[in-house]
């Protein structure tokens, strides 16, 4: 039986270790039919590495390899990673995070979506002030 192309994505994406027995042989059998696959899978798998063990500083060895490569659908990504590339380094290294700061902004967003056609500035000013 074929392989749908949604599984073979899905493979790819995975991690390697979760990955049934078949599903482990089917992927080995189109990377070796498909050097394309094979290149994408190594990338993606490259990628994830870099982004679950912070190891930001690996991103334009990665980015030269997919360029030398240059698989179609990695393309627009490196392209978009090289273009903002100090800051995704740093976010691919540094502990920090903005998830403090997107929270007030999504609660303040909310507040306001609550208020729509309610009330004046001055009144969701005080609520979010008092929240």
Avoid: Y
């Amino acid at each position: 039986m074929a392989a749908r192309p949604r599984s073979v994505a899905g493979w790819i994406l995975r991690r390697p270790e979760t990955l049934t027995d078949p599903e482990q042989l089917q992927l080995k059998n189109i990377s070796a039919n498909c050097p394309e696959i094979a290149a994408l899978t190594r990338h993606v798998r490259s990628f994830a590495t870099m982004l679950s063990e912070r190891q930001g500083e690996q991103l334009p060895d990665w980015l030269d390899a997919v360029r030398q490569d240059d698989p179609p659908s990695l393309h627009t990504l490196a392209t978009g990673l090289e273009r903002d590339r100090d800051a995704v380094i740093a976010g691919l290294t540094l502990p920090w995070n903005s998830g403090i700061v997107e929270g007030h902004v999504n609660r303040i967003k909310m507040l306001k979506r609550q208020m729509f056609g309610r009330a004046g500035f001055a009144l969701l000013r005080k609520r979010v002030l008092m929240s």
